[in-house]
């Protein structure tokens, strides 16, 4: 208790030092102006916008190891929580992203997210990617997040909660080479190599780079995470057009963490229950970590072409995504097949129902392997016109269309010899499944926007036209459709300069999240007899949407930018899944029987606040504040896993090549998990999980001019620097351990 409340003060201290610079920095007379223009690209900012939103800066990027996932980069902006279990963000299945008591995770996808401003087809588990997929951190230029509110044009069906768009950098103008080296705790490994091309072609500049990572798990002596990962973008630049194409391919595997109960967390908070060693035991090699894994490859591109005239702007960006992958998890049995009659059949059986389940072949051993395939295929692309129609008013029309092909199946191995290994036999013996999802997408959006002296107003509409069908690949069972159209989505808003540095701001805005082809994954288990009677079932399910309601102010001048917004908002129609748990333990073969609903809704209301000064010409410092209370509606019930306080103080340093910093970030206690009636209302929280300070410290010095190269950078990253025992993200009643302290050195060569 000594220790976390010492650790609080702290924190409190570097927040107060921050205020008191606001209150006290009027008096001075020395203005910084000669690093102004520079001090502005790296300071916090945000959009003269009538909603929250804020970007990372330099300090953010600096903060986090060259290793790191680009969406921890984004966990110092107020109102977010970024949490990740793997080294690095390493492990996919255990991130999950917080903001206003929406959430992106295991079980919610409610936070959309954009690349570049494209979208980055869903970020659930089963064929969703987020961001980390497509984007290096080194190729990062900065990260824009609106905390409650999407842009009109956004093109994501997920963000009831905002959005996150992370945003590549531009090519150099001059030609550079580029070698990173990084080396840290756990065998933690990183290469990245990049070249710019500078000008070519008289107009035209590009970069092409490429990083490898290889890390062992941060728990236990087994498992752990490697990635191969590479991008390449270029910008041409004509008289009135701008042409950008980009690629990326990631190549990733990795071995998953655990969720465990909070009474686990207590007994041993530095272990998630996943073993190191094989038993031949089936029972206990089931949690073998070498065997809960998570391969992915995708493969992302775009071509965009924009138009700028004098009162006339114009884009269009086609797309195309490719995501293989798959899940593996080790049940501890084998399955006896109706019709086969055997537990070692030479070849696959495709569909069909099982007898059952067995842990040993003539008193030895037997376990499967389970894969659960994932491949999804995107093309699309969005287009905007913007128009100055008449002075002080400017029109923006737009859409994004997109065609998705999601394909699921799941393959039974026999583990050769589970006294010995994990390897399996390539044929599976059983594909228990095989579904192909399709989903098309329209929206259709327009905004205006008008200027009457300090006082800016806008108004926009937008309308999203989604089908989604399911077809059985066996044949087995009927297809299915399901349409999700959005009603007519209304935003209003308006900003007032009160004076050429501050001011005030306030929006309401309609968000909207389609319904997930996960709602019609599993016919079998929805209610209802014959094909009409599941159609009928399909149907009752509503889309979720959300009212948002911002109201803020925004101060800016040459040393200090400031931000307090708050808001309300209120979320209808949540989808839950409501099942039987009539399976203990693990469901690997998906016995348990589940169907979704529309359960109710959620109230949030709160307040976000940032301040971010430049003390002198090399000290700056940065504190974000957050107050959010989120709760099911008509009931007094909090929602699971949602921050109620959130309190970040950073301080870094830059001058003649050296810089380093500090920052701590407070998370308040949370509610983990409620209880729910029958219909899925809930009725009570469950699991209160401890408040914890997260300290973070970066050391960085560049050489210019060194043995014949244009610069050497040194640079060395502590995460989590007090090795502090938290929970992290999760799903209600099972939680996910934080990272201990991870330590990351790394020297870069630019020539």
Known sequence: MTRMLSRKSMLLGVSAVALLAVATAQAEEEVYEDDAAEYEEIMVTGKKATFANNATDKVMLDQKAPASSVLAVIDSLPGVLVSEGGIFGSDDWSTTVTMRGFSVGLDQ????????????????YGGGSKANRYLDAENMERAEVSQGTADVGSPSHEALGGTMNFISRTPLEDEQFRVGLSYGDNNAQRMFVSYDTGEIFTNTTAYVSYSHTDNEAWIGNAGGTYRDHVEAKFVTELEDWTLTGRISYDDANEDNYQRISLDSFYENPDWDRLTDQLTGIPAIDQNFRPSWSTLRKNFFSYLK????????????????????????????????LDGTGELQPSGTTFGGSYTEAVNEIDGAPAMSYRHTHYAKRRLGFTTEVQAQLIEDNELRVGGWLESTKRDEWRDWHKIINPLASHAFVETAYWRQYDLTFNTDTILLYAEDTHKIGDLTLSAGLKKF????????????EADFSKSSNSDVLFSVGAVYNITEELEVFGGFAQNYAAIKDGVIEDLSDLAGSGNAGIQASIDSVEPESADNIDLGVRYSNDWIRFSLTGYSIKFDNRIEAICSNNVSGIDYLGDDECTYANVGGV?????????????????????????????????DVKVALAPEFQLVGTLSYDKEGFNGGISAKHVGKRWGNFTSNDAGTPTANLDRLPSFTMVDMWVGYTLEGAMGLEAIDFRLNVSNLLNEDYLGGGTPGGYFLGTARQTLATMTMKF
């Open 465 to 476: 036209f989604v089908d989604i069908e399911r077809k059985d690949d066996f044949g087995n």
């Open 603 to 635: 109230k949030s209301k709160g307040i976000e606040a940032f301040v971010d000064i430049r003390l002198n010409d090399n000290w700056k410092l940065y504190s974000a504040l957050t107050l959010n209370d989120s709760k099911y509606e008509g009931t």
């Open 305 to 336: 072409a924009a138009y700028e005239g004098e009162n006339f702007s114009a884009h269009i960006t086609p797309y195309f995504h490719q995501q293989n992958g798959r899940g593996d998890w080790a049940p501890p049995y084998m399955v006896l």
């Open 109 to 124: 996808q409610q936070i959309g997210t954009t690349v570049d401003g494209l979208p980055n087809g869903n970020s659930n």
